[in-house]
């Protein structure tokens, strides 16, 4: 991996570059069937609330993947020119609930910062170390613990991350950032407010609010566990390297064919965050072509251990739950005694 250390820039510039047809061709099939099944959705409210929430399902693994187009317009890889992706990325943020420069900048951080002890706390889901859980007062302790208990990470909180976090401008967001976020809020009064008119506002609650709900969750979801796995990578900024981050602090998803198709192919995460250059549907390519990035796939069984992860242990390198508080506490008693 050293040999490959020093010349995987040459390796990924390969992918490095849209192909228009291509990306078009991945909005059509993408944003068509989205409004299409959205309509469904609503038609059929007349037949049954059973058959709208299915019909929700789909039409949510279409706005993830109108996610990832709006993710890559972000890092300017999805279009050649900086203003195709602008552009398109500032519709799409509508269609996402989220404001496209502020979340750019933000994604950014995230991409300069993954795996970076110091620079923890901008576009990431944020983890305390065991020292710094300890060290916390009560209050601190009690919020930590609600924000990364499952069960309010993947549904109340991503789902206010979408609906009502974005509505909202960072504090380090310059003009062009704020001024995101109150056109995208505009454009999501005036386009939710002509739906309501059209269809009325309960029959518009009862599919928007679930698919907010399904494709909120997923997402924090497929954010999460790219982050949040073992072995992970996790260094103060003196010792933390670019490369290691993506290939060691990155996880190589694997889903199913459906699945990666509807998210994006955004699973080999750790190409990605070597290149987010490369367009999503060039990922795949990157690493069936490269052995060197064909590292240990994380599986969905696999991943499900992500769950019971809560800090991260300094002294042993490696994500950990609640119960290495016991033995923190116990340490720290012997050394009183």
Same mark, same amino acid.
């Given at each position: 991996m050293t040999t490959e250390k020093f010349r995987w820039q040459g390796i990924v510039s390969k992918y490095a570059y849209p192909e228009t047809w291509r990306s078009l061709w991945q909005v059509f099939n993408t944003l068509v069937p989205f409004l299409v099944m959205w309509y469904l959705a609503y038609r059929s409210l007349a037949v049954g609330y059973?058959?709208?929430?299915?019909?929700?399902?789909?039409?949510a693994g279409f706005m993830a993947r109108l996610f990832i187009i709006f993710h890559d317009c972000c890092h300017g890889?999805?279009? *050649?020119?900086?203003? @195709?992706?602008?552009?398109?990325?500032?519709?799409?943020g509508v269609f996402?609930?989220?404001?496209?420069?502020?979340? *750019?900048?933000?994604? @950014?951080i995230?991409?300069?910062?993954?795996?970076?002890?110091?620079?923890?706390g901008i576009g990431d889901v944020y983890t305390m170390t065991v020292e710094e859980y300890l060290a916390a007062p009560w209050h601190k302790k009690l919020g930590y613990r609600i924000l990364r208990n499952p069960m309010f990470l993947f549904t109340i909180s991503s789902f206010f991350v979408f609906v009502l976090f974005h509505r909202f401008w960072g504090p380090a967001a310059g003009k062009r950032e704020k001024s995101s976020v109150i056109w995208t809020n505009i454009a999501l009064a005036a386009v939710s407010g002509w739906i309501m008119l059209e269809i009325g506002w309960a029959a518009f609650l009862l599919i928007q609010v679930p698919l907010m709900l399904f494709v909120s969750s997923a997402g924090v979801w497929l954010f999460y566990v790219q982050h949040n796995f073992e072995p992970t990578y996790w260094e103060r900024h003196t010792d933390w390297e670019f490369f290691n981050a993506g290939m060691d602090g990155s996880s190589f998803y694997k889903l199913p064919k459906?699945?990666?198709?509807?998210?994006?192919?955004?699973g080999f995460h750790h190409i990605h965050h070597l290149s987010p250059k490369i367009p999503n549907y060039k990922l795949e390519e990157c690493h069936n072509e490269n052995p060197a990035f064909q590292i240990e796939p994380l599986t969905f069984r696999q991943s499900l251990s992500s769950l019971f992860f809560r800090l991260w242990d300094e002294k042993e390198k490696m994500l950990v739950g609640w119960e290495v508080l016991k033995k923190y506490r116990k340490q720290t008693v012997k050394v009183i005694e």
């Open positions: 059973w058959l709208t929430l299915l019909l929700i399902i789909p039409t890889s999805f279009f *050649k020119t900086m203003k @195709a992706n602008d552009r398109l990325g500032l519709i799409l996402v609930f989220t404001p496209f420069y502020e979340w *750019k900048h933000s994604h @950014a995230h991409h300069a910062t993954a795996g970076d002890l110091d620079r923890r459906v699945l990666q198709w509807f998210t994006g192919n955004i």
